[in-house]
T-cell receptor, first 112, second 109 residues
Framework: EAQVTQNPRYLITVTGKKLTVTCSQN?????MSWYRQDPGLGLRQIYY???????DKGDVPEGYKVSRKEKRNFPLILESPSPNQTSLYFC???????????FGPGTRLLVL | GIQVEQSPPDLILQEGANSTLRCNFSDSVNNLQWFHQNPWGQLINLFY???GTKQNGRLSATTVATERYSLLYISSSQTTDSGVYFCAVESTGGFKTIFGAGTRLFVKA
């Protein structure tokens, strides 16, 4: 089944404790992206990747890192999480940047 | 950067009614997509529609790129249509995706 998977789905952590949210797709998509969703703000893009080893900032990259060492995986790294990073996070992928995007199930993160 | 505005912000319909959701954008775009987020949080793509008109069952969408807006039509609404509808655009200046704040739809049985 073609899908985008994210892990974990739910995470509670404390300020400053490094964490990684994984994202994987099995559709051989080149373009992958991370978003955060906050009430009243819609989805805001954090980072995107055009292909392996090619990443670029979205609108809200501060406090986040990404890597794209393999085509199928695009992990989101929070080196030192803070409470303002409490949010619902989505990973998405598409064949290319100007193609239909397919979303993962979301990861709900709470930073205390 | 490009601004994306959706209207109305909230909409309540009786089952069977029709509705039109609007997405305005402030600059030229390379693409435009409509998504539905169901009450469980899952995001589903509805249309990839940088221009023209597309239909899928009870849903259809029209994008008039030269006038910088897109419309999503829902006919004969059902309770399962409830959720939040987002439009998302990619500006011509790069590969970022910008979402609108969404239209929250509730369909009453």
């Amino acid at each position: 089944e073609a899908q985008v998977t994210q892990n974990p789905r739910y995470l509670i952590t404390v300020t400053g404790k490094k964490l990684t949210v994984t994202c994987s797709q099995n559709m051989n998509h080149e373009y992958m992206s991370w978003y955060r969703q906050d009430p009243g703000l819609g989805l805001r893009q954090i980072y995107y990747s055009m292909n392996v080893e090619v990443t670029d900032k979205g609108d809200v990259p501060e406090g986040y890192k990404v890597s794209r060492k393999e085509k199928r995986n695009f992990p989101l790294i929070l080196e030192s999480p803070s409470p303002n990073q409490t949010s619902l996070y989505f990973c998405a992928s598409s064949l290319g940047p100007r193609e239909t995007q397919y979303f993962g199930p979301g990861t709900r993160l709470l930073v205390l | 950067g490009i601004q994306v505005e959706q209207s109305p912000p909230d909409l309540i319909l009786q089952e069977g009614a029709n509705s039109t959701l609007r997405c305005n954008f402030s600059d030229s775009v390379n693409n435009l997509q409509w998504f539905h987020q169901n009450p469980w949080g899952q995001l589903i793509n509805l249309f990839y529609i940088p221009s023209g008109t597309k239909q899928n069952g009870r849903l259809s969408a029209t994008t008039v790129a030269t006038e910088r807006y897109s419309l999503l039509y829902i006919s004969s609404s059902q309770t399962t249509d409830s959720g939040v509808y987002f439009c998302a655009v990619e500006s011509t200046g790069g590969f970022k995706t910008i979402f609108g704040a969404g239209t929250r739809l509730f369909v009453k049985a």
